[in-house]
């Protein structure tokens, strides 16, 4: 446990290019800062954010900012409450931005690849599908990295993006991001 005064004295040595001591303060608030993030996420949308992710985006924005100058902190509680209020706020865009009309994720079905149009066959495939099958996936994953190949791989196989992230040892974020080019990717062809 870091004792307060260190802890302002740590964001002066991030201003100052520390990267030891951005590690410092992560480690030290990011545990806390989770639980708070999760409070304000719904549990509609625990498919597709956590309260990690939100932390890492506060996180980003703050070491940012602090960067450039914009937080005067002068002791651990002023601290805490500007980090508190950056994890709420980007944890209550995340609920705006997934439950927009266009994102809703009540109208997103289990199990699909994240891409409505996509619809499967009605009949039994036979060989000629697999090659077919086989051709559009390499044209589909053309030039994109081999970790895109594992997660439409784990996808077909049934498993959440969640499931996925956890597997590969990847953020959710990540594989929701992989999902969407490949969607989009399929919706081109």
């Known amino acids: 446990m870091l004792d307060p005064n260190s802890l302002v004295d740590l964001v002066q040595q991030h201003r100052r290019g520390d990267p030891e001591a951005a590690r410092q303060l992560f480690a030290h608030y990011a545990q806390r800062l989770s639980r708070l993030a999760d409070r304000y996420l719904s549990q509609k949308l625990a498919g597709r954010i956590e309260g990690e992710d939100v932390v890492q985006s506060a996180f980003r924005t703050f070491f940012r900012r ?61 060989p000629e599908d697999a090659v077919i099958l086989m051709d559009h996936i390499e044209a589909l994953l053309k030039g994109l990295p081999t970790r895109y190949c594992e997660i439409l791989e784990l996808r077909l196989q049934g498993y959440s993006a969640p499931d996925i992230a956890s597997r590969l040892g990847v953020a959710r974020r990540t594989v929701y991001r992989a999902l969407e080019l490949l969607g989009q990717r399929l919706g081109k062809m």
Request: glycine residues 8%; proline residues 5%.
């Open 66 to 126: 602090t960067t450039a100058g914009e937080f005067q902190i002068d002791s651990s509680a002023q601290l805490w409450q500007l980090l508190a209020r950056i994890t709420v706020r980007k944890a209550r865009a995340q609920g705006r931005y997934h439950t927009a009309a266009v994102r809703d994720i009540a109208a997103e079905k289990p199990g699909a690849l994240n891409d409505p149009g996509l619809e499967l066959a009605a009949h039994k495939p036979g």
